[in-house]
C-alpha cells in the first residue's frame, strides 16, 4: 500500500507535474543541485505547501483533508536550518515537545548523543548539537505514530552539519525506523550516504522529478550529470559506494 501518493503536482515554478508514490515502511532520499526544488517538495509532502495543481493523497486521504492537528500527530518536519529562538537549556526546550513523556526517549539520547547537551543553553550549541537536538525534537513529535509504525518522517537535509559519526549513527537508526513500519523522506547532498541507505533515490533538477529508482539505477555518471551538471565517476563496492565528482567541465 503506498503511504504517499503525489499525482501531477505542481507549485508555481518551483515544482512541475511531480507524480510518484512512495511505499508504506520505505525510506526516499531527494539528491539535486541548490534550488533544484527539494525542500519546496518536503514542504509539499508536509502539508506546508500547497500545490496550485495536483493531488497529494496521504494513507488514502487527500492531505489538505487532514487537519493539522491529526497530521502533526502523524508526521513531522525538520526544516533545512532553525534559529533558536528560547534561550533554554536543552531539556526544558524538549520539554515542551514531550507531553506525556517524563523523559527523553532512551533511543533518541542515545542516537542523538544528547547526555552531556541537556544542561546547556540552545543558544550556545554549535551548529552540529543544535542539528541534534532538532532531530531529536521533531522526532519526539510523533513518537507515539513512531512506536506504532505509522509515522510519516520528512526530513530536509538531516545530515546537515553531523559529523561523519553522527551521520552514521542517523542514518542507521533511521533505517531501523522505518524497517519497523515508518516512512522517511529526506533531501540530501551526501550522494554515496544516501546510495547506501535509501530504497529509492529521487533526483529533482529546476523543479522536475527527472528519475526515481534504486540506487543501482539512479546512481550512475548519466543520471548524476543530468541532475548536478557535473562529472562523476562511480564505484560500487560490497555495499558502500564511492562517487567523485570531477567537475563541470568534460574530463580530458
Ligand atoms: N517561499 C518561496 N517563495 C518563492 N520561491 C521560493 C520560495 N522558497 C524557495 N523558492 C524558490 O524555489 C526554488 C527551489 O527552492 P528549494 O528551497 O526548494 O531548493 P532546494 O533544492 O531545497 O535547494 P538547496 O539545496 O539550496 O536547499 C528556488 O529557485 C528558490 O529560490
Redesign the pocket.
Known amino acids: 500500500m503506498s503511504s504517499l501518493s503525489l499525482v501531477n503536482v505542481s507549485v ?4 512541475s507535474q511531480i507524480s510518484a508514490k512512495v511505499a508504506k515502511g520505505t525510506s526516499v532520499h ?1 539528491l ?12 509539499l509532502i508536509a502539508g506546508l505547501l500547497c500545490a496550485d495543481s495536483g493531488d497529494v493523497v496521504y494513507q488514502g486521504q487527500m492531505l489538505k483533508d487532514i487537519p493539522l492537528a491529526q497530521l502533526a500527530t502523524l508526521r513531522c518536519f525538520h526544516q ?1 536550518s532553525v534559529q533558536p529562538v528560547f534561550d533554554l537549556p536543552v531539556n526544558e526546550y524538549l520539554g515542551f515537545y514531550l507531553q506525556n513523556y517524563r523523559d527523553l526517549p532512551s533511543p533518541l539520547e542515545h542516537v542523538f548523543e544528547l547526555y552531556h547537551l541537556l544542561n546547556k543553553k540552545i543558544t550556545t550549541l554549535s551548529g552540529g548539537e543544535l542539528q541534534r537536538v532538532e532531530l531529536c525534537r521533531s522526532l519526539i513529535q510523533v513518537w507515539p505514530a513512531i512506536g506504532a509504525g505509522e509515522a510519516l518522517l520528512v526530513l ?2 538531516p545530515l546537515q552539519a553531523l559529523d561523519i559519526r553522527h551521520q552514521l549513527a542517523f542514518l542507521e537508526y533511521s533505517r531501523q525506523l522505518v524497517d519497523q513500519g515508518n516512512t522517511l523522506v529526506c ?1 540530501s ?1 551526501h550522494i554515496a550516504q544516501s546510495a547506501r541507505y535509501a530504497d529509492k533515490i529521487w533526483c ?1 533538477q529546476a ?1 522536475k522529478l527527472i528519475a526515481q529508482g534504486g540506487a543501482e539505477d539512479i546512481i550512475t555518471p548519466h543520471i548524476l550529470k543530468r541532475t548536478y551538471q557535473c562529472h562523476f565517476d562511480v564505484k560500487r563496492h560490497a555495499n558502500t559506494w564511492q562517487i567523485d565528482a570531477l567537475g563541470a567541465s568534460d574530463p580530458p
Open positions: 508555481g515554478a518551483r515544482l531527494l539535486g543541485e541548490n534550488g533544484a526544488g527539494k525542500s519546496s517538495l518536503l514542504q533545512q530536509d537535509e533531501s547532498h529533482i523543479g
